[in-house]
């Protein structure tokens, strides 16, 4: 059975950091891409990383470059976001989802962005509070 499992959220005052880690069971990420989404109340799903298990090349969106850093560790078969310099709107729900490795590669050269119905699997979600 394939599980993803979140987990590091909480909350922070603007400025701040977490590291979000998914933990991925189920399959060995070896060829397929891992992306970080969140969704704030009343607003769609975005895609905000992702990490493509193929040649590791990364993809972040324009809103979180420079602050946020994906990562993996294959022996934990975990994937971490490193978020910096938080901002109160990023305040959501942060999933972490799996899909063909192709999907991020593709975000990861440019050719498309994240796109939700593309990742098969999902995590149930952390919380993301982020204070002024």
């Known amino acids: 059975e394939v599980q993803l499992v979140e987990s590091g959220g909480g909350s922070v005052q603007a400025g701040g950091s977490l590291r979000l880690s998914c933990a991925v069971a189920?399959?060995?990420?070896?060829?397929?891409?891992i992306g970080w989404f969140r969704q704030a109340p009343g607003k769609e799903r975005e895609g905000v990383s992702c990490?493509?298990?193929?040649?590791?090349?990364?993809y972040y969106a324009d809103s979180v470059k420079g602050r946020f850093t994906i990562s993996s560790d294959a022996a934990k078969n975990t994937i971490y976001l490193q978020m910096n310099s938080l901002k109160p709107e990023e305040t959501a729900i942060y999933y972490c989802?799996?899909?063909?490795?192709?999907?991020?590669?593709?975000?990861?050269?440019?050719?498309?962005?994240?796109?939700?119905?593309?990742?098969?699997?999902w995590g149930q979600g952390t919380q993301v509070a982020v204070s002024s």
């Open positions: 189920g399959f060995t990420f070896d060829n397929v891409g």
């Open positions: 989802a799996a899909a063909p490795d192709s999907s991020c590669a593709a975000a990861a050269q440019g050719m498309a962005i994240m796109r939700s119905f593309e990742y098969d699997y």
């Open positions: 990490i493509s298990r193929s040649d590791g090349t990364t």
